[in-house]
């Protein structure tokens, strides 16, 4: 798989040459979907995510920062996007440890989950004596501050954590937030959209892993708020798991999935002497289901876990990769190019399309910029990644127009923003990838439905 993708890569890069000498990009690269070697790239070959949590405090240990960078595609900050750590005072926000988290995730290629805008733990003391409609503006506020400030960078955030009560209840749990109204939940949704329309916006919580009545609870709200028109798009199921996840774990994210929001196991980790079988089922249950985008784990190293002694992550104290670890990588590659849903009959692979030079060149711009596209094929779906490359001129802005087939839809994005998703659709970039210094590059990417062979790819400065 590796000789034949960076065989596509060479021919990729040869008509990106000659498109560029053209003025216009339009390059296609398919990779045959193959065994990958890390998590991100075997997950990334499915159209999903493989994520961790990461700890800023961690950030300057070398082993840790290494599997950090190689494994990993998508990071949530473990604590420090919490209303504590980013609202210390009332009305007074830092972010500096957020940001670090993030800036070092965008700086690596790598997308960010934020965790998470309201919980009811991690309160800073002064949201914890407080109570009433002045909690509820300090929670609003808190949404919408923290929403802006990371606008347009965050893939998806957890608004609300943790709210339905364990146990046989399926409702709400008791807090202080809780005590505002039973509406804070959809407006802190409400809030978090209107601050940052692109963030896909969760709700996250535990021992929501099989059918039970904390799940149906959950279900139950979703399936109302999808009813109502509040904003939310994907439910968070945590997965911390002792031994197996319950037999019903597939069927539970199937039936948040077919409520239309997309599905994401969030902080996964399992103790237990069976645990490298239970991550390849869990891996196996979000590969089966289409709507699952993607997986976290709680950490990286056992020693970086908050279930201290319990060894449940996939790497040891030492970085070494773990049983538990192959599993998942195995689970992951097993499932390319297609294993979004079952195919009643057999299905034909798709065969890598030979990269396509430019038939219709446009005017050459040299202060302009030129796009390539890379494409990672399989039947029914896509992930597209385009390079902006800025010509002889730095960029400070910049619009990419992709001319998607018929059939073929834009489902997901990170890096830029889209208007449209089918046809000729613009893509613009985002706060931190509107620079690009003269003959350097940025990447952002989509995923879609359908097929994108044959898709167009031109680039100009805005
Ligand atoms: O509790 C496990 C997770 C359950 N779901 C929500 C997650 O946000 C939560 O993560 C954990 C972190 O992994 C811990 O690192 O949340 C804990 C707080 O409830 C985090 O623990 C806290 C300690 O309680 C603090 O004493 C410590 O100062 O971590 C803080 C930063 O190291």
């Known amino acids: 798989m590796k000789t034949t993708s960076r065989s596509f890569s060479r021919a990729a890069l040869a008509s990106a040459f000659l498109a560029t000498s053209l003025g216009v990009s339009l390059v296609l690269a398919t990779s045959a979907a193959g065994a990958a070697s890390t998590l991100g790239a075997a997950a990334a070959q499915t159209g999903r995510y493989f994520g961790t949590a990461v700890s800023a405090g961690k950030l300057g240990d070398s082993t840790y920062v290494n599997i950090l960078n190689r494994e990993f595609n998508m990071v949530t900050a473990e604590n420090e996007m919490k209303w504590d750590a980013t609202e210390p005072n009332r009305g007074q926000f830092s972010y500096g440890r957020g940001d670090q988290i993030l800036n070092q995730a965008v700086s690596n290629g790598k997308r960010v ?119 939310i798009d994907c439910v968070g199921i945590q997965s911390h798991l002792t031994n197996s996840a319950p037999g019903d774990y597939q069927a539970n994210l199937q039936r948040f999935a077919d409520l239309g929001v997309e599905v994401q196991i969030t902080e996964l980790d399992i103790a237990g002497a069976n645990q490298a079988n239970a991550y390849a089922a869990v891996t196996r249950a979000c590969l089966a289901v289409a709507r699952c985008a993607g997986i976290t784990v709680w950490g990286i190293r056992d020693t970086d876990s908050w279930r201290t002694g319990e060894n449940p992550l996939l790497f040891d104290g030492n970085g070494n990769k773990k049983a538990a670890y192959n599993s998942v990588l195995d689970a992951l590659n097993a499932a390319t190019p297609s294993t979004t849903t079952t195919p009643t009959t057999p299905t034909t692979p798709t065969t890598p399309t030979t990269p396509t030079t430019p038939t219709t060149p446009t005017t050459p711009n040299p202060g302009g910029c030129t796009a390539s596209v890379s494409l990672n094929s399989w039947n029914g779906g896509f992930v ?59 990447e952002f990417g989509f995923q879609g439905t359908g097929s994108a062979q044959g898709m167009s790819a031109t680039c100009a400065a805005s």
């Open 113 to 231: 989950r934020g965790h998470a805008l309201l919980w009811h733990q991690q309160e800073p003391g002064w949201a914890q004596r407080m109570e009433g409609s002045d909690l509820r503006q300090a929670m609003m506020n808190h949404v919408t501050q923290v929403a802006t400030h990371y606008k347009g960078k965050i893939y998806a955030w957890d608004v609300v954590n943790e709210a339905f009560a364990d146990g046989g209840s399926g409702g709400r749990r008791d807090s202080n937030l809780q005590r505002t109204g039973n509406d804070w939940i959809e407006a802190a949704f409400r809030a978090a959209r209107a601050a940052d329309p692109a963030a896909k916006l969760c709700y996250n919580d535990y021992n929501t892993d099989g059918i039970n009545a904390k799940s149906t609870g959950i279900y139950n709200m979703i399936r109302d708020f999808k009813a109502r028109g509040v904003p």
């Open 384 to 442: 597209a990644t385009v390079k902006v490359t800025a010509g002889g001129t730095a960029l400070s802005g910049w619009r990419v127009t992709t001319g998607l087939p018929g059939g073929a839809a834009v489902t997901n994005a990170w890096s830029a923003t889209n208007s449209g998703t089918t046809g000729s659709v613009t893509w613009s970039n985002v706060s931190y990838n509107g620079n690009v210094a003269a003959g350097q590059s940025t």
